[in-house]
């Protein structure tokens, strides 16, 4: 496969870095309250906390897990996105829209590494047009 990235090897070791560094900061945040599947890199299931047997302790419980259950949730989708950018940055197509094939605006890439949209192609999808 041949590259279509432009990007020079400094930005793409900057943004490799900063992937990683989410990575890392996603597993941590993930850790504390769920455990790891082994089905799965990025999948965690919520941990079911146990206060006691008293009837506010499983009220808290139950409280305490329909919090972080969105929450492991939306920090897997996250995940998620760090290791398919990682997968992308290794591929070589790191960059390239998945709609209109162009690059990225290292702008964007800057802000936000997991884009895998160019702007224009974002905003069509979401009909901000």
């Not at 990225?104 to 905003?123: M, V, Y």
Request: net charge negative.
């Amino acid at each position: 496969m041949t590259s279509k990235q432009a990007f020079s090897q400094t930005f793409l070791k900057q943004i490799k870095e900063t992937l990683l560094q989410e990575k890392a900061r996603l597993e941590l945040e993930l850790n504390k309250f769920a455990t790891k599947n082994k089905h799965g890199e990025t999948d965690f299931d919520a941990t079911y906390p146990e206060y006691g047997d008293k009837e506010d302790e499983n009220a808290q419980e139950v409280a305490a897990y329909t919090t972080n259950k969105p929450l492991e949730i939306s920090l897997e989708k996250e995940l998620r996105d760090a290791e398919k950018s990682l997968e992308r940055l290794e591929k070589g197509t790191y960059g390239v829209c998945k709609y209109c094939d162009k690059p990225i605006d290292e702008k964007r890439l800057l802000a936000r590494p997991t884009s895998s949209a160019c702007i224009e192609c974002k905003k069509t999808l979401t009909q901000e047009v």
